[in-house]
């Protein structure tokens, strides 16, 4: 296995779970020292648990939450105490909710763009001078339906349509500084996570989750869901010196379900 990534500090906010986890175990399996962000204290527990069995680093892990700038300044202030660095900040942390639209209250709103969108934008904006120093890397894990609005995702949809400018928009800032920025839009994703939005649009819908899973994997034409791994593995790619020439850019990771051309 490689070791390109010995040495360096890898922050990945949502890490204990899903793609977050996922991302950062393939970091650690090629030597980087990751740094696991989530509200969880025993979920953090037994994701730096699983990558030591399977033979990483292992993790330095921050309970806090990042829905609020004081739970933002938390982890930042333990990674510039505990490493003085940060080479890669990995911002997957996010759980907005599906559901009829005239069900959808305002908190529900607020609680969708707190974590994913406001807590993307604390941590870059805290960790800008280590990754400057680094000359390091930025991934924004977003969600295909930054491209592909659907009336049954509209907070997911419209959350990442935010993060989705403002990552091209941070690019911007990252080619004076030295920082490559990138996101990833993730389609369907065999998580935890997916399966809870089966749930909620089964209960909007009045379908079964068999039936709205069926559904959503038909629409969209894919032979499988993907899965954590495919995601990681373009996350360590983009991180690669390999990928120096790639900034601003969002991939797709979804079996080819984004029906437009962007």
């Known amino acids: 296995m490689s070791q390109e990534f010995a040495g360096k500090v890898v922050v990945v906010s949502g890490g204990s779970r899903g793609i977050g986890f996922g991302i950062a175990a393939a970091f650690a399996a090629q030597g980087a020292q990751t740094v696991l962000a989530a509200s969880s204290e025993a979920n953090l527990t037994a994701a730096a648990d699983t990558i030591v069995a399977r033979g990483g680093p292992r993790p330095a892990t921050y309970a806090a939450d990042l829905r609020t700038e004081a739970g933002c300044k938390s982890l930042f202030e333990g990674v510039s105490a505990q490493f003085g660095r940060c080479d890669i900040l990995v911002n997957s942390a996010g759980a907005t909710r599906a559901g009829a639209f005239l069900e959808l209250s305002d908190a529900l709103w607020q609680d969708g763009f707190a974590l994913k969108f406001f807590g993307c934008v604390n941590l870059c904006r805290l960790f800008w001078p280590l990754l400057t120093a680094a000359k390091g890397h ?125």
């Open 138 to 262: 930025v991934v924004n894990v977003i969600g295909g339906a930054a491209r592909t609005p659907d009336p049954g995702f509209l907070i997911g949809g419209s959350v990442n349509g935010a993060m989705h400018n403002f990552t091209k928009g941070l690019s911007g800032q990252g080619k004076r500084d030295g920082v490559n920025v990138n996101a990833i839009l993730p389609g369907l994703t065999e998580t935890g996570r997916v399966e809870q939005l089966f749930e909620q649009r089964a209960a909007a819908s009045g379908q079964s989750v068999e039936a709205v899973r069926a559904e959503q994997i038909q629409r969209e034409g894919l032979g499988r869901l993907g899965t954590p791994e495919d995601v990681a593995a373009l996350a360590v790619f983009l991180c690669s010196e390999r990928a120096r020439h790639i900034q601003g850019t969002a991939i797709a990771v979804d079996g080819g379900g984004t029906p437009g051309v962007y």
